[in-house]
């Protein structure tokens, strides 16, 4: 796979609203489970397969991170990885790519479980509020590994791994997922307690025990681990994207459309799905997605973005665009970090009003017609919110910025335009 390209900040969307979507939409590979799988593989000397992965800018990236320590890469096909760690040479990559996306942190896991030791910087990604590596460097440390720092970067090493009860002080998603990895190699049994449980964590538990480890209760607050004293590897496919498949289902309610999801998995969007249909939305699962609907008003509603299984931070945003075509006044509030508001002011330059309290709570007014404009993606989730926006508004709105998209969202553009929107990468 090819490393990654410079980011391209004159690369922008075209886009012409006012067109209802219909039709379907495959849902791709999450994000949020291929990267740590692609961390897991390095656990092993023995090449892992990694199925139905989306190409987006975030696994380029991944790919890079893993080939700084040795490790090889091969896309074997169109949505096939085959990751092989058979000489690992380095205790974690360098800086530059660190910067890049915060999975990067999770080889320190990987690595600290393989070998001993681990290093990485920082890690990179969205500036989304405060997000700190503190679960993470506790867990390694009840594992028995000494944590320093060297110079910009985290070290951390074990000469023995020991199982441990481990509480975590707010279920982080990559903490659970970090000391996933260590501990599938610690002597004795590990308990993570306050665990995350997101259906990426039970992924990445599925594809270690395909790989040898013991781990039970992923997708529960108490995740036990027997450690193992080696993994082998294994073939997996990437569990669907259920933040993609849920900007498609507002993208299909926002524009008065009717789209198919295919693949998507209704229980993994609950909370989404049920406050799409509080609000208005028509939702069918069916047997391979499910179907999302709109021929009436939106009605307002109240939102909380939280832990699983309530709704994603990463949807919090989109939904915002959603209702800003309601017929009231709504209300969002993000319990999961603390400056993912940003982007209010963009919506705002399409008309929507929409106040801002104490940074983490948003009120939207009431039913505006969006106009186009021209906008900034801040991060991916916000771009994402501002497609959708632009997808309703009348007129012709330019977003910049997009980069930021194709980290998360395989060929969004091409995906739209088979389903009616009219847009164009320029």
């Known amino acids: ?11 922008h969307f075209e886009i012409e609203g006012g067109r209802p979507l219909t039709g379907e939409v495959r849902i791709s590979g999450g994000k949020n489970a291929v990267l740590p799988a692609m961390a897991a593989a390095l656990l092993t000397p023995e090449p892992c397969v990694i199925e139905n992965v989306p190409s987006i800018q975030d696994v380029r990236f991944m790919t890079a991170i893993i080939e700084s320590l040795s490790a090889t890469v091969e896309q074997t096909g169109e949505e096939t990885l085959v990751v092989r760690a058979d000489s690992l040479t380095e205790s974690g990559p360098p800086g530059s790519l660190v910067s890049n996306i915060r999975a990067s942190f999770l080889t320190m896991g990987a690595l600290l479980g393989r070998q001993g030791e681990a290093s990485c910087n920082f890690p990179g990604g969205d500036v989304v509020g405060q997000r700190p ?3 993470h460097l506790a867990g390694f440390a009840a594992l028995g590994a000494t944590i320093g720092v060297d110079g910009d970067r985290f ?7 020991r199982g441990a009860r481990i509480f975590m002080d707010y279920p982080s998603v990559l903490g659970t997922e970090n000391v996933m990895l260590a501990a599938c190699r610690a002597e004795g049994r590990t308990v993570i307690v306050n665990a995350a449980m997101e259906p990426e964590v039970v ?6 025990n395909r ?4 781990i039970s209760g992923a997708g529960t607050h108490s995740i036990e681990i027997d450690g193992v004293g080696e993994l082998h590897g294994c073939t997996i496919r990437v569990i669907p994207d259920r933040i993609e498949a849920g900007t498609y289902a507002v993208a299909a309610a ?47 509603i109240h939102v909380q973005a939280l832990p699983y299984p309530g ?5 919090q945003a989109p939904i915002a665009a959603l209702l800003t075509q309601a017929d009231g006044t709504s209300y969002i509030h993000e319990r999961v970090f603390d400056n993912r508001l940003r982007y209010v002011d963009e919506l705002r330059k399409m008309g929507a009003e929409i106040i801002t309290v104490s940074g983490t709570t948003a009120v939207i007014l009431r039913q505006t017609a969006l ?4 906008v900034r993606a801040l991060d991916v989730r916000a771009g994402a919110a501002l497609v959708l926006a632009a997808l309703a508004a009348r007129g012709r709105t330019s977003i910049h910025d997009i980069y930021h998209l194709d980290r998360g969202y395989a060929r969004l553009d091409e995906k739209l335009r088979g389903v009616g929107a009219a847009i164009e990468r320029c």
């Open 155 to 161: 070290t951390a090493q074990a000469g023995h791994l």
């Open 203 to 208: 992924f990445l538990g599925e594809m270690l």
């Open 211 to 214: 790989m040898g480890a013991r």
């Open 133 to 135: 590596i503190d679960t």
């Open 371 to 374: 106009a186009g404009s021209a």
């Open 254 to 300: 926002i524009t008065q459309g009717d789209l198919v999801l295919r693949e998507a998995r209704p229980r993994d969007m609950d909370a989404l799905l049920a406050k799409l249909g509080e609000a208005g939305v028509t939702v069918q699962e069916l047997p391979d997605g499910i179907r999302v609907s709109r021929s009436g008003p939106l009605r307002p």
């Open 311 to 315: 709704l994603a931070t990463d949807m």
């Open 1 to 11: 796979m090819q490393t990654p390209a410079l980011r391209n900040s004159t690369a």
